[in-house]
T-cell receptor
């Protein structure tokens, strides 16, 4: 299953499917991007990150792809499990002299049915 | 210790009350943040402290007053809040681009 993030805030998949969550970012100067998972009543939990000098990074069952030309990020989750059900946010790290800040995208809710 | 601890977890306050949210980390991170998150929305940055000095105030109303007593503690003082201020308040810390979030304080203003 695949979402376009901003336009389809909910992605429903079957257990075992691969999921793709998309995100568009706005600031071409952002140098670092992070995907977070947030479960109900909890704070954002780090999943995977990627620096702007990379196109792809893989973790355990997750892959992040970065396309700087069109300012687009995607998170791929392989063999999605019910425990993956949560809201997923992309975030871009914006640096200024002396500090940095994290700006979150809109988010996509992932629903995994058994 | 690799956590950011926030207290209390839940808070109900009246519009005339004064209360404080607390955040603590012992990872040696020198940047700390307050975010506000409304239901079904992404976290929105409120304040950034860098080396215990306020670096960013994202045009937050003065009824929210942050304080960083030392490098491990961050407070958010609340006074004369409105019902629309009800939200999840998240604290985070960072070092070299690595961010850690707390579980948040669920605030309800009545």
């Amino acid at each position: 299953g695949e979402s376009v993030g901003l336009h389809l805030p909910t992605l429903s998949v079957q257990e075992g499917d691969n999921s793709i969550i998309n995100c568009a970012y706005s600031n071409s100067a952002s140098d670092y991007f992070i995907w977070y998972k947030q479960e109900s009543g909890k704070g954002p939990q780090f999943i995977i990150d990627i620096r702007s000098n990379m196109d792809k990074r893989q973790g355990q069952r997750v892959t992040v792809l970065l396309n700087k030309t069109v300012k687009h990020l995607s998170l791929q989750i392989a063999a999605t499990q019910p425990g993956d059900s949560a809201v997923y946010f992309c975030a871009e790290n914006r640096r200024r002299t002396g500090f940095q800040k994290l700006v979150f995208g809109t988010g996509t809710r992932l629903l995994v049915s058994p | 210790d690799t956590e950011v601890t926030q207290t209390p977890k839940h808070l109900v306050m009246g519009m005339t009350n004064k209360k404080s949210l607390k955040c603590e980390q012992h990872m040696g991170h020198r940047a700390m943040y307050w975010y506000k998150q409304k239901a079904k929305k992404p976290p929105e940055l409120m304040f950034v402290y860098s080396y215990e000095k306020l670096s960013i105030n994202e045009s937050v109303p003065s009824r929210f007053s942050p304080e960083c007593p030392n490098s491990s503690l961050l407070n958010l003082h609340l006074h004369a809040l409105q019902p629309e201020d009800s939200a999840l308040y998240l604290c985070a810390s960072s070092q070299r681009g690595s961010y850690t979030f707390g579980s948040g304080t669920r605030l309800t203003v009545v």
